[in-house]
């Protein structure tokens, strides 16, 4: 019979993490909710936006029921029908997606290689006098590298500025929070990012009638809640009571989750500095991420496949790039973008030579030290913990 190696740690990509004692509050809570009979747009959901605009120090905040739609808001406020729309070639695809969805035509630009968010000089190309907006992205949770170039670049050039943040809840730049530096800020409350609402989303805006036509897009398109008159082609993307009970208890432990995740990125730094091979993501100077992601580059030297599944073997997993495969490669989008002209190859890059390590509320001392130790016997060097 196979001898089956059991790993003496498994540790997953990601995990979400509700600490008990939230679990039992939640459950009375759960029961009021069920009590009211009120399951959508109650007060709940009025208390997550409030609380979630006054940790990003935003005015107001617009809760959806997923990152996808806060984005397509964000667009169909902005008005991109017809318009151009320049998104980074490395991002989800709902970034993209949800500019074809509000009738927009996609500009790919590439990316910088610090921070892998758009490239402010390939985005500035491609502006032209049909460009609506421009989206930056803040990969695994660090700002982008390029985001106050490209909110001047936006001023000059009477372009709205999208922040995509939903990877960066809590990240910030020079002390204001992410999200609230574009005219529109989206988030998304997935189960895999930093903090959820089992699904999720959240639009934060500069102009408050971007929140109150937002507000028309979430219920069907009715201009006031209540009755059945429909000024906008609008969407069920109401966010429920149950979602905004989680994403309340949630956000409360932001702050916490994220300096547990520094804590962790901090033994991965110290590790990696022996390790030459394999050389951590830059944080720009003013920058706090919120650690989404542990983004590490790999030389090309560096076989990733085979890291990974050796890795797994150990019990460790590298699995959620961020991402293998850039939006100008994805069969949805092909004859579907413009740029690209000279190619995407700071994108191309990045997505064939980078993983993430494992970091969650819950990877422990221990395990990071693991993970390090583990990949430097992959790497061929020993390290003792
Ligand atoms: C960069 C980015 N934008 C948008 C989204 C969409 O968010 P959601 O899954 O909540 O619709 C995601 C989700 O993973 C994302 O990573």
């Known amino acids: 019979m196979e001898d089956l ?5 498994v540790i997953p990509a990601a995990q979400i993490h509700f600490p008990e004692e939230d679990i039992v509050a939640m459950q009375s809570e759960f029961a009021d909710i069920l009590r009211t009979g009120q399951l959508v747009l109650g007060e709940r959901t009025k208390i997550f936006e409030r609380e979630f605009a006054d940790y990003l120090g935003a005015d107001k905040a617009l809760a959806v029921n997923s990152g996808t739609s806060a984005l397509e808001i964000a667009m169909r406020c902005i008005g ?13 695809y709902a970034t993209a997606g949800a500019v074809l969805h509000a009738g927009g035509n996609l500009k790919f630009g590439d990316i910088e290689s610090e921070t892998f968010g758009l490239d402010s000089e390939n985005a500035s190309r491609l502006i032209d006098e049909n460009t609506a907006a421009i989206v930056v992205v803040h990969i695994g949770g660090t700002p982008s590298r390029d985001l106050m170039k490209l909110r001047q670049l936006c001023d000059e050039r009477g372009i709205k500025l999208i922040e995509d943040s939903a990877h960066a ?23 895999t990012k930093v903090v959820t609402s089992g699904e999720g989303g959240m639009v934060v805006a500069k102009d408050p009638r971007v929140i109150e036509e937002g507000r028309i897009y979430r219920d069907q398109g009715k201009a006031s809640g209540g009755r059945n008159f429909h000024t906008h082609q609008g969407y069920a993307w109401r966010m429920s009571e149950i979602h905004a009970l989680l ?11 994220i300096d547990h995740r520094k804590m962790i990125a901090r033994i991965y730094d110290d590790g990696l500095n022996g390790l030459p091979d394999l050389s951590p993501a830059v944080i720009p100077a003013g920058s706090e991420s919120n650690y989404y992601k542990y983004v590490v580059n790999l030389r090309p030297s560096i076989n990733r496949e085979l890291l990974k599944a050796k890795m797994k073997e150990l019990g460790v997993s590298l699995s959620g790039e961020v991402y293998a495969d850039g939006l100008h490669s994805q069969p949805v989008f092909q004859n579907k973008f413009e740029g690209g002209e000279n190619g995407f190859p700071n994108a191309d890059h990045f997505c064939a030579n980078h993983i993430c390590l494992p970091v969650s509320a819950v990877v422990s001392e221990e395990d990071a030290k693991y993970v390090i130790e583990k990949l430097y016997e992959f790497c061929g060097y020993s390290k003792t913990r």
Do not use: C, M, Y
């Open 5 to 9: 190696k059991v790993p003496e740690r």
């Open 247 to 257: 994403g309340i208890s949630q956000l409360r432990r932001l702050d916490e989750f």
């Open 169 to 191: 809840h809590g990240s910030s730049v020079n002390g204001q929070k992410v999200g609230t530096i574009g005219d529109v800020g989206t988030f998304s409350f997935f189960p």
């Open 80 to 92: 991109v029908e017809g318009k151009n729309v320049i998104v980074p070639a490395n991002t989800f």
